[in-house]
């Protein structure tokens, strides 16, 4: 019961942080800005999500399952990168566009 | 459900139809990937949509989906990305010996 | 309780797609486009997840790890190619 | 090893494709051997088939031990066995041809080659459905790599309307395969037939609509009007030696249609006339777009493609009104035609070598050296090709003709017959004198320093394929009888249900959802 | 830059950092830290370092496992933290907010380390690794609402890649 | 279909009568003695078509006894009973009258030729040429069957073809060799039309069950069309107007030729038909009608004609023309007698036609023209020759003493006596009279213009007497003229009437063959025409100025040239117009064709009743919920977008991608994870060797389409998908029956896996799956032959520096990140038989991470550390499932057998193995060969722009 409170609380959570990853995208001015949103929050809402999955496996089979944090372990390893990446496109994006 | 499954896979298949006949490899090349998809999803779904479980023979599973259209389409989509990636290469080999990238460039008049 | 939070979470999350995917058509920039494109990965995996969890199956871990492995290939990959058209040199 | 008779066709191209593979970096003379091996093991199996499949039995083999219709089986009746023995033969002068150079000019010819083989032979030897769409996409993509092998802008656009058409073909397929499961929940050809006649009535639009579908993916291999104009400039742009097995292509469509006809269509009444009332149009409009291509063509292989389009419009009028006769009719006339037009290819690559830039266009090219051999063979696949006598394009003229006297159109189907052979031989004729008997243009007159030397392979394939052509017209007893029995056979659906399924009632059905 | 000869057991066990890290993940993925998934885990621990080593030649080293830990904890922290604060100007009023791009010098010249910094930095408030320059030793970051990069500058250097230059002993 | 009805002479007479096969043996057994002979010398292969020409007369000659003495000679081989083609022969009196025609003539030809031909020709070639028609004529005249015969038809088009193009440095050769083939061959098509008709009618394909039939076959309502099409036949062949105009041209050929094909041969084989159909066909009005009509015709204008011609062979061509046109006529009046003046014709004309045209060949030999204004006065020069041509030439006109008057007279009589004018009975005397005195014109004009006119011209080579040997076949000929001339009834009455009787259907009639029959009507006619012609010719000069004004254009051999261009280039338009080259238009016509089928096949379950076109089916209707309408927008918003942005492609790319993600999450919402799984990574896969094309193709592409393109492709397009819908609708609303429980039931216990889409995947379609590799296998070896050495150019951007080129943080990540991502792959490929996953997957999973390690750090690094030959590793893959199929031979099972079965090692817990595991180890190695290749080949393109590879003979 208590388990399952948890599990409701990360993942309700978890999808509120993924919403506010995606409304920075929307609402924030450029393209470095908007960069923060998804790669922190986003990844967190994500993690948040899978905790709950987990959590709830617990609450259903008694099992631990630490299978589904591989994935938010993933995405915090890769998310810097991917905003490494968007950022030096849009540097140069913005350097092309400042040239013209 | 049913009909907007229906009008999904219709609209998918014809914008890759549309995209299919447009005049550059590139356009020819998304329009089957979306075609692909269509007919994928097509072939799935002949194990129709009412199904309550994945097709595993674990315990605890029950009324299990018809296993036989997942296996095919794994097949049409091994083979589509198979003939993609040829077709791709084709094109740029069409773009290498002609220059341009449109479909009947330098075919015989 | 644990549906109820689901079928929020469920909301939550569609709505998050949707306004990635506005933001995927606005652009303006292709940075815009493909940082959208990766947060809708991301909102995938959320949405797989949340749906594992509805139908209490462990079967869609495998789906949710190559969605966050596939989506990460394809920012690399777009960016790259942004960088300087060329994917590998 | 007999036992798994019927699966070597398949495996012998397979082993010796990895075989290729494995040694990639190995000398071209070992390549060479190595693919000659193979097609001779695949030959010698090939005829322990046909002798075997002419005792009238239904080989099924089940693949991994499951039964049909839950697993794939393979079919090895007369038809199957023909078909597998046709290519397998056509393999031989096709790879000696190649081996004078052709397959030096790109990269893996031999295990493209074997491929194509293990594909062409698949196809012809499975029971099952979908397992034939994948022979068909193992054949393609062989086919592909076939076809632009040797480079260049003409190959490669070619290929890329060639790849790109057989992609939707395949499209269609697929969906025609997705419907064919959702409606009728079985993926075996013989199982097919026994599905049709139980549809309800409720269900046979929807039924008929995806009989129609799947059969004008077929339609398209064969290169029907009007979805075969892609034949022409495809068979002409690959290499002559490639051509020269192209030429089994369409007949793998007409194959695959004669197949789900007599073994799906023809078991229920709603799908039984499906295709008699435009089909015949079809192929009559086929052979006419054909003759109109010989007659336009500018070179000899665009010629022989024509033929080979005219042939196909002629085998689908036995599709279109299936009997005995006229499938018997139409499988002799698919032998012939297939050895014919092959030898003809092969022929022309002979010939565009000596001419050298003239290659087998009708333009000014030099006179020839080895005139007489070489006229002498033209000759006789000239005959044959154009329906002449004493030929066997004439004994399968006579053949189709007879058979299709009952047909619904007689003496349009006559007409059609004599004319597109006539075509042939006017142009074929005017072929002739511009080879052999036009003095070469100014500056061209002279012979080259070199004389030509033909490398034997090339030889030998032009004997192989003259020996076989001959052997078609004065054997032709046999060959007919053979193709009488497979089409007798074809049509004794029951012997197909017994040997592959068994007792239908007993098959293991589920009502879903 | 071809890998130089090595001694057979740096062969055999090119990496012990990276073979315990597959261990760990193979128990993850497997749930299950039973006899037979260890020793599948083992062997997948020491067979794959050693092919991937080609990619890999140099020898990862962990001076201090506790500062690592700690340094794991106070990120964990800032991520939460960094979450709330751009909740807040997300859902503020974001004409307000002062973006900017600040460069933070390198204390250290490992392009591996300084990786690890560049993460760090990403997932933490407010700030986003750009680039980092190796060469200038710098990292190029952009901040969400920077009204004072210097202390941007000295918070980062001080939480992050001083605990970073102690566990990696650079 | 009909089937042979006469098999009795199969073994009776074979044995007993295999000379009837050699005679036909002889003439082909010839071909090669003399392909061999004439390698040694030119006398030797002369000697050799001699010898087999004389073997064949041989061997009819010893069968005319029996013959005479009134049986029919048969003979017959099996070649293709079941469709009524046998090699069946026949020998009776008209067969063993042309067969001495034939080989007789044809021996005389041989030893002419000999002579006359150029001696740098080796002759070879013309021997053989000739034998093969020698064969061919034949053939015609001892067919049983009448496929046969129509075999033997075209044998002699085919080799006259030759015959005729023999000097093939003369363009009109060409062409007059290409016209006759077109003629006569094409007629031969109507004639195999025509038998084929026959034997449906008949029942059988044997004359003489036909011939017992004839009753049957004139009554058949398809008489009028058999009796065309054989007449079409006939009249190609023996040049009846208006398909006469291929013979004036054939006069290309060498004299010899012409001697041969236009007296005894080619163009007696139509007269021949006639002559062997008449029991079967004749007896008709409307045989009379068009037979002799056509005959009446084509014999007044051929003799017009040829009295026109100043080419000595021209005027010999268009007298032959006419001559076949009497003999037409003889059999179209259709009385006994005229049928047997017209057999009597046939051999007269044959030796006075064959000794003229050789006569003319020694005239052009030795003058060295054809033209008879440029020559006179020849009988000086030529006496011998002279007195042979002009005893011919009277022949022809019909002299008495001469055998032409003979046939001439007969034919004469028969228009006297024909019953069937009684209104208007001396309309066809007359007419005879009139075509006589044309003939004599010609004739005379003939010896005038060349033996006498005046002195010796000066032509090219000065006249002299030709060697004797070349002379002997035409006095060998006109002794005949004589012999027949003189002893009608002695020397030909036999044979006459032996062919007579084979020709009638009643009994023959009692002719006397006599020289002189009285003072009758027939006589008063050849007077009148002797006289009459001899006018005539005085008066020849005002036809000249006449022909010269309405001088026909269709003369000329070239106005067939010109046909068969203009029908070339009418097919040329046509296509042009049918089938522009354009993958888009196939495609167009691809998918419409698809779409008309399907609807079409709809609405005639309709029409014909029983079925009927129900789409709803009787399954109950899911509700829609949430997330199916959020991922439906998302698809629409993706596939939409794909479209319009298609011209901006990596947005194109973009959306693409997203549809792909809805489809793929589609699959897992309806329980396909593996499907989901491999969906996903198929597409970044497929993402990642589009963008590596992209570099080569145009940033954007242009708009090329009109409007009207558009919108057609628009309304397909919306047709073809309302046709997906409707039928996905149509399925997903119905119930179906499936075999699938056999799988979900056995997966477990006899494939050993739990998840039954892998266990169907590996074993009970693991066949399907080998297939699905070896495409694979084949796409990444066909994408090496197709790129290895190209070089492409992208639109090049500026030299990136070190640090954009391996963005420092992606290439310090993807170190740790490979190794965790191969054991991902592990994990995944060993889940796969039991839970979702498998060697596909895990194959691309690791490709992925090994192509990061590219992507990050550059081709140079990567590939030099990871030194796979990718080639050979699609090789092992492939040869791993291969094997593991072929492995289960060893234990007796068919091909992919799987085995599979619990082992317990020590430490480790139940650990289960299936021999599938090995084959999805295959198809895991494929797929990384297949993606590494793929994608380190783009890669190379670029290279190749600095380092030119060059292409090695690698096969
Ligand atoms: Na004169
Ligand atoms: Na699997």
Redesign the interface.
């Known amino acids: 019961m208590i388990a399952e409170a948890i599990a409701s609380l990360l993942i309700v959570t978890g999808a509120a942080f993924v919403l506010l990853g995606s409304i920075g995208l929307v609402r924030l001015p450029d393209i470095f800005t908007r960069l923060h949103g998804p790669t922190k929050a986003t990844t967190l809402g994500v993690g948040a999500i899978v905790a709950a999955s987990s959590v709830a496996a617990y609450a259903v089979n008694g099992d631990i399952s630490l299978r589904e944090l591989t994935i938010p372990l993933f995405l915090f390893i890769t998310a810097p990168v991917s905003a490494h990446l968007i950022g030096k496109v849009a540097l140069k994006d913005a350097a092309a566009r400042r040239q013209n | 459900m049913e009909v907007l499954v229906s009008l999904s896979l219709g609209l998918l298949s014809a914008c890759g139809i549309y995209l299919m006949l447009r005049p550059t490899t590139f356009s020819v090349v998304l329009g089957l990937t979306l075609l692909s998809y269509a007919v994928n999803a097509l072939i799935f779904f002949g194990a129709r949509l009412k199904s309550t479980a994945p097709p595993l023979t674990i315990d605890g599973l029950s009324g299990q989906t018809d296993p036989l259209p997942q296996a095919l389409v794994l097949t049409a989509i091994v083979i589509g990305f198979g003939m993609t990636a040829y077709l791709m290469a084709l094109a740029l080999k069409g773009k290498a010996e002609s220059g341009t990238d449109h479909v009947d460039a330098g075919r015989d008049p | 309780m644990l549906t109820t939070a689901i079928t929020i979470s469920l909301v939550l999350v569609g709505a998050a797609v949707g306004l990635t995917l506005i933001r995927l058509a606005l652009g303006p920039t292709m940075p815009d486009r493909i940082l959208a494109l990766d947060t809708l990965a991301i909102d995938a995996i959320a949405l797989v997840v949340i749906l594992g969890l509805l139908n209490a199956t462990a079967l869609s871990f495998e789906a949710a790890l190559l969605l966050a492995i596939m989506g990460f290939v394809g920012t690399v990959a777009l960016c790259k190619f942004l960088i300087g058209r060329s994917i590998i040199d | 090893?007999m036992?798994?008779l019927p699966?070597l066709p398949v495996?012998i191209p397979?082993?010796a494709?990895?075989?290729?593979?494995?040694a990639?970096?190995a000398s071209?003379a070992f390549?060479r051997a190595l693919s000659l091996l193979a097609i001779a093991a695949l030959v010698a199996a090939a005829v322990a088939q046909l002798v075997m499949a002419d005792d009238g039995g239904i080989r099924v083999?089940?693949?991994?031990?499951?039964p049909a219709?839950?697993?794939?089986v393979l079919m090895l009746d007369r038809l199957a066995a023909l078909m597998v023995a046709l290519t397998s033969l056509l393999a031989v002068p096709v790879l000696l041809a190649a081996m004078s150079g052709t397959?030096?000019r790109?990269?893996?010819?031999?295990?493209?080659l074997q491929?194509q083989l293990?594909g062409l032979n698949?196809a012809f030897l499975t029971g099952d459905l979908?397992?034939l769409f994948?022979?068909f996409?193992?054949l393609l993509?062989?086919s592909?790599?076939l076809l632009?092998?040797g480079?260049?802008?003409?190959r490669?656009?070619?290929?890329?309307?060639y790849?790109?058409?057989n992609?939707?073909?395949?499209?269609?397929f697929?969906?025609a395969?997705?419907?064919l499961?959702?409606?009728?929940?079985?993926?075996n050809m013989v199982?097919f037939g026994v599905?049709l006649q139980k549809v309800a009535?409720?269900?046979?639009?929807?039924v008929?609509?995806?009989?129609?579908?799947l059969?004008?993916v077929f339609?398209?291999k064969a290169a029907v009007l009007?979805?075969g104009?892609?034949l022409p400039?495809v068979y002409s742009a690959a290499t002559l030696p490639v051509a020269a097995l192209f030429v089994i292509m369409t007949k793998v469509g007409v194959y695959a249609l004669l197949r789900v006809v007599t073994i799906g269509l023809l078991a229920a009444?709603?799908t039984a006339?499906?295709l008699q009332p435009?089909l015949t149009w079809l192929a009559l409009g086929t052979i006419a777009?054909g003759?109109?291509?010989?007659?336009?063509a500018g070179s000899l292989s665009v010629v022989i493609a024509n033929i080979v389009i005219v042939s196909g419009g002629t085998l689908l009028l036995a599709v279109a009104e299936p009997s005995a006769?006229s499938i018997s009719?139409a499988l002799y006339y698919l032998v012939q035609t297939t050895v014919v037009t092959g030898a003809l290819f092969v022929f022309a690559d002979h010939l565009s070598r000596q001419r050298g830039e003239a290659a087998d266009g009708f333009g000014d090219g030099p006179r020839l050296a080895s005139y007489?051999n070489l006229g002498l063979a033209y000759?006789v696949l000239a005959?044959a090709a154009c329906g002449?006598?004493?030929l066997s394009g004439?004994?399968g003229?006579?053949?189709m003709?007879?058979?299709m006297?009952p047909s619904l159109h007689p003496v349009l189907v006559?007409t059609a017959l004599?004319?597109s052979?006539?075509v042939a031989?006017?142009v074929l004729?005017?072929a002739a004198?511009v080879f052999?008997?036009?003095?070469g243009a100014p500056g061209i007159e002279e012979r080259p320093d070199v004389p030509y030397r033909p490398a034997w392979g090339a030889t030998a394939a032009i004997v192989i394929m003259l020996i076989a052509v001959l052997t078609v017209s004065?054997a032709?007893?046999p060959v007919?009888?053979y193709a009488?029995a497979a089409a007798e056979q074809m049509l004794a659906r029951d012997a197909y249900v017994s040997a592959v399924i068994g007792d239908p009632a007993r098959?293991?059905?589920?009502?879903?959802? | 830059m071809s890998p130089r000869p090595d001694s057979f057991g740096r062969r055999l066990l090119p990496q012990p950092v990276l073979t315990l890290a597959i261990v760990a993940l193979w128990m993850m993925l497997q749930s299950d830290a039973g006899g037979g998934t260890l020793l599948l885990g083992l062997a997948l621990g020491l067979l794959i370092p050693i092919f991937t080593s080609v990619f890999w030649p140099s020898r990862l080293r962990v001076f201090r496992a506790g500062a690592a830990v700690r340094l794991v904890g106070i990120v964990l922290y800032d991520i939460l933290v960094a979450n709330i604060a751009v909740a807040r100007v997300v859902l503020g009023n974001t004409r307000n907010i002062r973006p900017a791009f600040v460069d933070v010098p390198l204390d250290m010249d490992d392009a591996y380390v300084a990786t690890i910094l560049g993460s760090i930095i990403t997932l933490t408030p407010g700030t986003l690794t750009i680039d980092i320059d190796m060469d200038r030793r710098i990292v190029h970051i952009h901040g969400l609402d920077v009204p004072d990069p210097a202390a941007v500058i000295a918070d980062i250097k001080s939480r992050y890649e001083t605990p970073l230059k102690e566990i990696f002993g650079c | 279909m009909p089937r042979r009805v006469a098999a009795q002479t199969a073994v009776q007479h074979g044995m007993s009568n295999i000379s009837l096969f050699l005679i036909l043996l002889a003439p082909f057994a010839g071909i090669f003695a003399v392909s061999v002979a004439a390698g040694f010398s030119r006398s030797l292969g002369a000697w050799a078509a001699g010898a087999s020409m004389a073997a064949g007369l041989v061997a009819a000659l010893q069968l005319a006894p029996q013959v005479f003495s009134g049986s029919v000679v048969l003979w017959r081989v099996a070649w293709l009973p079941e469709w009524g083609l046998d090699f069946a022969l026949r020998l009776d009196g008209l067969g063993l009258l042309f067969v001495v025609l034939i080989l007789g003539i044809g021996l005389l030809i041989v030893l002419y030729a000999a002579y006359y031909m150029p001696q740098t020709d080796n002759l070879g070639r013309f021997y053989i040429a000739l034998l093969g028609f020698a064969g061919g004529m034949l053939g015609i005249v001892l067919a049983e069957n009448i496929l046969l015969m129509v075999v033997f038809w075209e044998v002699t088009s085919l080799t006259s073809f030759l015959l005729i193009a023999y000097k093939y440095a003369d363009v009109e050769a060409r062409i007059a060799a290409r016209l006759s083939l077109a003629m006569t061959g094409g007629g031969g098509l109507a004639l195999l039309a025509g038998a084929l008709l026959l034997g449906h009618v008949a029942g059988s394909y044997d004359f003489s069950v036909i011939e017992d039939r004839a009753g049957l076959v004139r009554d058949n309502a398809l008489y009028p069309v058999i009796l065309i099409l054989f007449l079409l036949g006939a009249f190609t062949k023996s040049a009846q107007f208006p398909f006469h105009v291929w013979l004036p041209h054939a006069m290309a050929a060498p004299t010899p030729v012409s001697a041969y094909l236009h007296s005894a041969t080619m163009v007696k084989a139509g007269v021949f038909l006639l002559a062997r159909m008449y029991p079967i066909l004749a007896g008709t009005e409307l045989w009379f009608v068009i037979v002799s009509t056509t005959g009446a015709i084509t014999f007044l204008y051929g003799a017009y004609i040829a009295l026109l011609k100043h080419d000595l062979k021209g005027l010999l061509a268009y007298s032959t023309i006419s001559h076949l046109g009497l003999i037409t006529l003889l059999f179209g009046l259709d009385t006994p007698l005229a049928a047997i003046a017209g057999v009597f014709h046939i051999i007269n004309h044959a030796i006075f036609k064959a000794s003229l045209f050789m006569a003319a060949g020694i005239i052009d030999h030795e003058t060295g023209t054809r033209d008879m204004r440029r020559m006179a006065g020849l009988f000086k020069a030529m006496p011998r020759t002279a007195i042979l041509g002009i005893l011919a030439a009277a022949s022809m006109a019909g002299v008495p003493l001469l055998n032409g008057f003979l046939s001439k007279e007969m034919f004469f009589t028969a228009t006297v006596a024909h019953p069937g004018f009684e209104n208007a009975i001396y309309l066809l005397p007359a007419f005879a009279t009139i075509a006589g005195m044309l003939s004599v014109a010609y004739s005379v004009r003939f010896v005038h213009d060349v033996f006498f006119d005046g002195p010796v011209k000066k032509t090219p080579k000065v006249p002299h007497e030709p060697p004797v040997w070349m002379r002997l076949p035409i006095e060998v000929l006109v002794g005949l003229v004589l012999i027949v001339g003189f002893l009608p009834q002695l020397s030909v009455g036999p044979i006459l009437h032996t062919a007579a009787e084979a020709v009638l259907p009643g009994p023959v009639p009692d002719i006397k063959l006599a020289v002189w029959h009285g003072f009758n009507l027939p006589l008063v006619m050849t007077i009148m025409a002797f006289g009459l012609g001899i006018l005539q010719f005085s008066r020849r000069h005002k036809l000249y100025a006449l022909r010269d004004r309405f001088a026909f254009a269709l003369t000329s051999p070239v106005a067939f040239e010109r046909f068969y261009r203009a029908a070339a280039r009418l097919s040329t338009a046509l296509l042009a117009f049918a089938d522009t080259q354009s993958l888009q238009r196939y495609l167009a016509l691809f998918f419409s064709f698809a779409v008309i089928a399907g609807v079409w096949a709809w609405v005639r379950i309709d029409l014909t009743g029983g079925g009927a076109t129900v789409l709803t089916g009787p399954l109950p209707i899911l509700a829609v919920d949430a997330t199916a309408v959020v991922a439906a927008a998302t698809l629409v918003f993706a596939a939409l977008g794909t479209v319009v942005f298609r011209h901006d492609r990596l947005k194109a790319l973009i959306y693409m991608s997203v549809a792909g993600t809805v489809v793929s999450l589609a699959f897992l919402r309806f329980h396909a994870p593996d499907l989901a799984m491999t969906q996903l990574s198929v597409e970044v896969v497929t993402i990642l060797l589009l963008l590596m094309c992209l570099r080569y193709l145009p940033e954007r592409s242009a708009r090329q389409s009109t409007t009207g393109r558009r919108m057609r492709d628009g309304l397909l397009a919306t047709a073809a998908g309302t046709g997906v819908a409707a039928l996905t609708y149509a399925m997903l609303t119905r119930p179906y029956e499936t075999i699938a429980a056999y799988h979900m039931a056995n997966a477990k216990p006899l494939g050993g896996g739990t998840n039954v889409v892998n266990v169907i995947l590996v074993d009970f379609r693991g066949y399907d799956t080998l297939g699905e590799i070896a495409v694979l296998a084949m796409a990444a070896l066909g994408l090496h032959a197709l790129l290895s050495g190209t070089r492409m150019q992208g639109p090049g951007g500026p030299t990136l520096a070190s640090a954009d080129r391996y963005p420092i943080m992606l290439a310090e990540l993807m170190r740790p990140l490979l190794p965790l991502s191969l054991a991902v792959a592990a994990y995944i490929f060993l889940r796969g038989h039991n839970l979702p996953g498998g060697g596909f997957i895990a194959g691309l999973v690791a490709a992925v991470a090994l192509v990061l390690q590219y992507v990050a750090q550059g081709t140079d690094f990567a590939g030099e550390r990871l030194r796979i030959n990718t080639v050979r590793l699609l090789g092992i893959g492939l040869g791993i499932a291969t094997l593991t199929g072929v492995a289960s031979f060893v234990f007796g099972y068919p091909f992919l057998t799987s085995t599979h079965g619990y082992v317990t090692p020590p430490v480790i817990d139940k650990f289960e193995l299936a021999s599938a595991i090995a084959f999805d180890l295959g198809v895991f190695l494929v797929v990384i060969g297949t993606v590494l290749l793929a994608l380190t080949e783009l890669a190379g393109l670029r290279r190749a722009e600095d380092v030119a590879v060059p292409a090695k003979g690698d096969a």
């Open positions: 090893m036992a798994h699966i495996l397979l082993c494709a990895v075989a290729l593979l494995l990639t970096g071209i390549k083999y089940r693949l991994g031990d499951w219709p839950y697993g794939i397959d030096t790109g990269r893996h010819f031999h295990a493209f491929f293990m698949g979908f397992n994948v022979f996409e193992i993509l062989a592909y790599g632009v092998h480079g260049g802008l003409r490669a656009r070619a290929g890329i309307a790849v790109v058409l992609l939707s073909g395949s499209a269609l697929l969906i395969l997705g419907l499961y959702g409606f009728l929940g079985t993926l199982d599905a009535p409720a269900d046979q639009g929807v008929a609509v995806m009989c129609v579908l059969v004008s339609l398209l009007p979805i104009f892609w400039s009444p709603f006339g499906l435009w777009v003759s109109a291509g010989m007659l336009a006769a009719a007489t000759l005959v002449a006598p004493p004439f004994l003229k006579i053949m003709m007879q058979a006297q006559w004599v004319l052979g006539f031989a006017l004729a005017r004198s052999f008997w036009e003095p004065f032709a007893a007919s009888a009488r098959i293991d059905r589920e009502l879903r959802p």
